[in-house]
């Protein structure tokens, strides 16, 4: 699912892509992919904390290989 589209999708429809995007995020972790969500909303309002933010997970997930 593409989080900030415009159109309307029903309850299920929503149950069902978040599905498939929990499925493929415990499928990356499997060989080691960290899936990191954040809001249009953030990104837009507050980007500076989103880039300290992800820098922090970086730098947490260098010092862990």
Do not use: N
């Not at 599905?19 to 953030?42: K, Q, W, Y």
């Amino acid at each position: 699912m593409q989080e900030g589209r415009w159109t309307t999708i029903t309850p299920s429809q929503f149950a069902h892509e978040r599905e498939i995007d929990l499925r493929r995020d415990a499928l990356l972790a499997t060989i080691g992919i960290l899936v990191v969500r954040f809001t249009h909303r953030r990104l837009t309002a507050d980007p500076a904390q989103v880039r300290r933010e992800t820098l922090a997970i970086l730098a947490a997930r260098s010092r862990f290989p």
